[in-house]
């Protein structure tokens, strides 16, 4: 599915640590398990092959547990690691083969990036934190004041630009991380575990903050998680790793109702599935003892939301996708879902 | 029928075994010396030489030949020599001697004494300005107002050049791991090589003055200042870094904005620790014409005087004290990254200006007057506290006879003589024999390597015999010295109470330079082997217990919470959960007290403790034994590394991962 409206474009990325990164990529060692490839070359493949795009405007979700490769994945994307091999366009120009100078350009005007530590200056104010990827950019003091100002007030810190990182709390240190990614007008901001560090409630919080501006600005985002609630919460699509690989891709929905394999399924387990499959997933065709009730629900209604009307019906209700029927559910249907069942 | 058992089986009888094989070869051992006692110990008496020996002194005759036309001298040394000179002068007229036609320096001791205050005021507080002038002042008390002044300066132009130098080395070692490899095995050198083997050597090349003491000096200080940077900059967390690589910073911009600034702490302790040891450098460089309290101290060690060598003493810990705790105070105030209030600022601004203002008013006095230019004659308090002293010292040789020649004599009869024919009065065969082998056991083959190559080194140097004294006393000095220290740590490691009461007396005790130890040593023990000792005890008590301390310290706590709730005593948890969670520490300790002992038994040469380290004072002063000086010099540097290496290579095998 690459095309050229994608606002970033991954192929076949390799980083691999060892010995002789190079010489793996491309053999047939390449395709062993990461265990035996280090058993075998020395070598540790962290990304393996990983391919895929990002739409403008997208939040896309990259999930696995710590040690999958994601983290190290995102770094090769905008270069904090050198990727062994492979291409990320973005805007028709492939990052990897920026030189040191372009490369710095497009760091500082083109993508930024939100970290997991925050990564804030101890010894700058939060408006020179906020301000500094446009002071190594060479812009005055008092435009990037300017313009520092305006993503505090977007991010909800007005009174604090004065302050030091150490004076603020957790989630507000990270809302200062937030407005720095935010402060270049970047095109892409990669978001790399940017709660994992923070209170649950306060998670919370800051997951919608970041919902909120993303709707306000609509810019695309690379987010990185191992939680997937986190992933369902604030994700268009997901991709799941798992050392180096991603083994699956898609949207919360196919990855529930269809996981790849049992890693996947393992990991969607607790996940309520009412809360995220439609009931077009449930939809089935009239039994022979049944009749229909006339009423219809839409096919995308999260099941969740559709439990009150097909409950009242008292019978099976049809699902209505682009205006044609495609089946019907009735309210066994539902419970089977809600209580846990594994027809889904 | 062989079976190969697990590794897992096998290794604790091993443990048992090893120690089993050092009892028994020990006991071989004794017995042997014992039987060969008194031949082929290779003695050399003191005032002949060898072959070899009079080949290097022949060498040293020639370098010095060659001093003014040598291409060498003439585009190296020398014009090194001259501008290290020109820069020390400049900082010593500023304060210490005459300055071109006048009869005294830039600066009057009022003047001083105010910019001393006005300094310390700017970069901490009032309290700590107050203490500087006050401890300065104690110095020109104590009649020594001119030789302190020109130990301040001489430290002050080492430091200076070794910052120089060293913060950028450290920077680069900082940021590229090439540079770090490349520098580490000079710095790791650079650590255990003992005071008294390069001045001599430099001596040679840039002449005996104040240049060559102030190069000496730097040679000490600068791996201080780049091991502390390097280590500030790797010190930074990874995030911040990683924050500003990804908003698009050059390299220098990440080292400006970035990686400096947030390791400025560290290179600000990097800073106080090189002051610390250029001072207590340039005492030592007396020796090679360090001009300055070195000087004093010196001449009352030669003259075995107690009293007036104390007053010099008491002069540099005043000095010590007053650098240490003014730099340090530095850091304090760096604790924090937000800078202070704005009110506060503006009361700070205040006082500087005041404060200014007075020290200007101060320097212009000192300039004008007579009283304000040469520190008042009126006040001296130096033959008070010499005849005190001595009083002092009397009235403890006679009255805690017990604690001091009862306490010589018990180690001398009981461990140091008994050691000391093991080692030096048993044929010198048997001895590189044994070494070589409890190296073996001890490090493994490559330890055992490495001595043995290094023993046989010594010997072909043709001063085995003086070595094998050295040794001896810097084995007992660090059995001593280990066990009081462990003692001490553990308690240290145990109680918080106990590790804030004694952390200043343990800061002070790193800081202050060995050679003033030597005199109260002097004092209460006389010149003997056991003075040199005991010195060395004093001098690396505090390095061991801050070690072991603070392995001790670091055992985790579950560790400690199961053994209790296992129902351990206290006895139980320190020997069988404590001390062996902290061996790694323990010896880590023993290899510091090794070093620091050996560096201070050498200077024992001067108190009657013979061995290399009076050869090679010896060396310095009788031209016909500066060959003689020059190898033993050379003898305490393989007997360093050999002692490092048997060490390092211990604490390796000892920390590999258990299966």
Known sequence: MSNNSSAISVKNLWQVFGPNPDKIVGSPDAKLPRAELREKTGNTAAVQDVSFDVAPGEVFVVMGLSGSGKSTLVRCLTRLIEPTSGSVVMNGEDVLKASEARLRELRRTKFSMVFQNFGLLPHRKVIDNIAFALEVNGIKKEQRHARANEVIELVGLQGFAQAYPEQLSGGMQQRVGLARALAVDPEVMFLDEPFSALDPLIRRDMQTEVMRLHKELGKTMVFITHDLAEALKVGNRIAIMRDGAVVQMGTAEELIANPADAYVEDFTRDVPKSHVLTVRTIARPLADTETATGRTIPANTIIRDATAAVLDANGPVGVVENGNLIGYVKSRDILQVVGGGNQA | ?659
């Open chain 2, 1 to 659: 029928m062989s079976v190969r058992t697990e590794p897992s089986l096998t290794s604790a009888p091993r443990r048992i075994k090893r120690s089993w094989l050092l009892a028994s070869l020990f006991l071989a051992w004794l017995v042997l010396a014992r039987i060969t006692k008194g031949k082929a110990t290779l003695e050399l008496p003191v005032p002949e030489n060898t072959a070899f020996t009079t080949w290097v002194g022949d060498i040293a005759d020639s370098i010095r030949g060659n001093r003014s036309d040598g291409a060498a001298f003439k585009y190296f040394f020398n014009p090194v020599r001259e501008f290290i000179d020109g820069f020390v002068n400049v900082i010593r007229e500023l304060i210490a001697i005459p300055n071109g036609n006048s009869s005294i320096p830039v600066l009057g001791w009022l003047g001083v004494l105010a910019l001393i205050g006005f300094i310390v005021y700017s970069i901490s507080h009032i309290r700590m300005a107050i203490a500087a002038v006050s401890l300065t002042f104690a110095c020109g008390a104590l009649g020594l107002w001119t030789d302190s002044m020109d130990t301040l300066a001489m430290t002050l132009a080492a430091v200076i050049l070794s910052l120089a130098i060293g913060i950028p080395v450290g920077i680069w070692a900082g940021l590229s791991d090439r540079a770090l490899k490349a520098v580490t095995p000079i710095l790791d050198l650079a650590q255990i090589l003992p005071t008294l083997v390069y001045l001599a050597p430099l001596a040679l090349f840039f002449l005996i003055g104040p240049a060559s003491a102030t190069i000496a000096t730097m040679v000490y200080s600068i791996p201080i200042a780049v091991r502390l940077t390097a280590f500030g900059i790797r010190g930074v967390a990874t995030s911040p870094v990683e924050a500003g690589t990804s908003m698009g910073t050059t390299k220098v911009q990440l080292l400006k904005k970035v990686q400096l600034p947030m390791a400025s702490r560290t290179i600000i302790l990097g800073i106080n620790q090189t002051v610390m040891a250029a001072l207590s450098f340039v005492v030592i460089a007396a020796l090679i014409g360090a001009p300055g309290l070195g000087k004093p101290v010196v001449e009352a060690l030669i003259i075995r005087n107690v009293g007036e060598g104390f007053v010099a003493g008491l002069a540099v810990v005043l000095i010590a004290i007053m650098l240490d705790r003014s730099t340090s105070a530095a850091i304090q105030e760096e604790t924090s990254f937000v800078p202070p209030s704005q009110a506060d600022r503006k009361r700070r601004k205040f006082g500087l200006t005041i404060f200014g203002a007075l020290t200007l008013v101060s320097i212009v006095l000192s300039r004008q007057l007579a009283w304000a230019a040469y520190f008042p004659e009126q006040i001296d308090i130096s033959k008070l506290v010499a005849q005190s002293t001595d009083a002092f010292v009397v009235w403890v040789t006679e009255n805690l006879q017990i604690l001091t020649s009862g306490l010589s004599k018990v180690v001398t009869v009981g461990v140091l003589n008994p050691l000391e024919s093991l080692l030096s009065y048993s044929p010198w065969f048997l001895t590189v024999t044994m070494i070589t082998l409890i190296s073996l056991i001890l490090g493994g083959v490559r330890s055992a390597f490495v001595s043995f190559v290094l023993l046989l080194a010594i010997v072909a140097s043709g001063l085995w015999f003086d070595t094998m004294i050295t040794f001896t006393q810097t084995i007992v000095a660090t059995l001593l010295t280990m066990a009081v220290g462990v003692v001490v740590g553990v308690w240290v490691g145990r109680s918080t109470r106990a590790e804030r009461a004694l952390r200043p007396i343990l800061d002070a005790g790193q800081t202050l330079p060995a050679f003033v130890y030597l005199i109260p040593m002097l004092g209460f023990f006389g010149p003997s082997r056991f003075t040199a000792i005991a010195t060395g005890i004093v001098y690396s008590i505090p390095i061991v217990v801050k070690i072991v301390g603070q392995g001790i310290r670091e055992v985790p706590v579950n560790m400690i919470e199961a053994a209790t709730s296992a129902g351990s005593t206290k006895w139980q948890l320190i020997t069988k959960v404590q001390l062996p969670a902290a061996k790694k520490s323990l010896l880590l300790a023993t290899n510091q007290g090794l070093i620091f002992v050996l560096a201070v038994v050498v200077i024992g040469g001067f108190v009657g403790a013979g061995g290399l380290g009076y050869l090679v004072i010896l060396g310095g002063s009788k031209p016909q034994l500066q060959g003689k000086g020059l190898v033993a010099g050379f003898s305490i540097l393989l007997l360093g590394v050999m002692i490092d290496r048997i060490a390092q290579y211990t604490v390796a095998r000892n920390s590999a991962p258990k299966h």
